[in-house]
């Protein structure tokens, strides 16, 4: 996860992630979200305030994550995503056009790694 200062010259790095997929694990499993949850055991909000304490500027859908559930000595992370689409295509209350909002969700999903 990098930002810039507005210059564009310099990106600072804030954290990175890595995806583990077990061995022998196939793409079919199913995930079991109560059992994630009961793991974890910690829920934490994600909204607005949250992501003000971020320091960067989000808008609209960038801002889709709502949930986090983690813990100590979690070794995996459960965020929800909640996709507003009562916008369309005209960008309106800081949303994103639709080819853009793949992509804003896509990021959201990533901001699970910020908690």
Known sequence: IESEDGGGEERKLHA???LRVPVGAEWTDRMEI???????????DCGEEWYGTLGNAYQGDFKSLRRVWTGKGATEVLGQIELDDGHGDSGEKGRAPAFLRACAWLDAATHVGMV
């Not at 109560?34 to 934490?44: F, P, T």
């Open 34 to 44: 109560d059992e994630i949850v009961g793991r974890c055991g910690e829920k934490m």
């Open 16 to 18: 990175t992630m890595r």
